[in-house]
């Protein structure tokens, strides 16, 4: 049945327009990176924007994963899309499951596709290993996270989670003290290796990455709690 609902999903995903509009904001990088390009003749200077298309990055995960995830959950809960599906024999939790598994990737594969041509276009190299996996976890986090409030608050999902990422996640990782582990965006920075001043080597990628997941994890399973009490 997650099987069966995930397809269903690609397939209205397919059908619509959210696709293209995600992959227009997915291109906003390479934009940066064109611009940037322009005005940097020293390779080494151009090696340095890796750190700046980074943050820019982060800010289209802030939209992204929101689009895909939070809008698909939340307007299928409000149109009551979904409560054809409750009434049949199978637990609320996989429709929450099934559309996370289908957009996930989804959100992931085109961050990464924006990512690697905004690193070749400004810097005429591949994008560091250690970045793609970072922005992979990151959107999957997101994800987790926009499916998590697209649960609680359906009619505003998408517009809360791009607030949240906006106004919380992002300005959080930015300030210099221990709350900066409740930030997605920075741990995901972490596990990319890129800091204050540039791209560095980091000893340590697993605990990032594993505060990345607690805190998705706590956010999918508010939304899992919730969908169950969710009326028919």
């Known amino acids: 049945m997650i099987a069966t609902i995930a397809a269903l999903t690609l397939k209205r995903l397919r059908r619509g327009r959210a696709m293209w509009v995600a992959l227009g904001i997915a291109m906003l990088p390479v934009v940066v990176a064109v611009v940037i390009k322009s005005h940097l003749q020293d390779p080494l200077e151009r090696a340095e924007t890796i750190m700046d298309l980074y943050i820019v990055e982060l ?13 698909s959950i939340g307007e299928d809960i409000e149109d009551r899309t979904i ?19 289908a957009l996930a990737p989804v959100a992931i594969a085109v961050t990464l596709a924006g990512w690697m041509l905004a690193v ?7 994008a560091p290993t250690w970045t793609l996996v970072a922005l992979a976890g990151c959107a999957l986090a997101v994800s987790m996270l926009a499916a998590g409030i697209a649960t609680l608050a359906p009619r505003h999902g998408m517009a809360l989670t791009i607030i949240y990422m906006l106004l919380f996640d992002l300005p959080i990782g930015e300030i210099p003290a221990s709350l900066q582990a409740l930030s997605i965006t920075h741990n995901a920075r972490l596990v990319a290796g890129i800091a204050a001043h540039g791209v560095h080597d980091v000893p340590d990628h697993l605990t990032p990455a594993i505060t990345m997941a607690v805190i998705a994890g706590v956010w999918f399973a508010a939304g899992l709690v919730r969908i169950r009490r969710l009326e028919s």
Request: charged share 15%; aromatic share 10%; no cysteine.
């Open 120 to 126: 070749q276009v400004g810097t005429d190299a591949r």
């Open 59 to 71: 800010l289209v995960l802030a939209v992204l994963p929101a689009l895909f995830v939070a809008s």
């Open 83 to 101: 409560t054809y599906l409750w009434s049949r024999p199978l637990p609320r939790w996989h429709v929450l499951v099934g559309k996370t598994i």
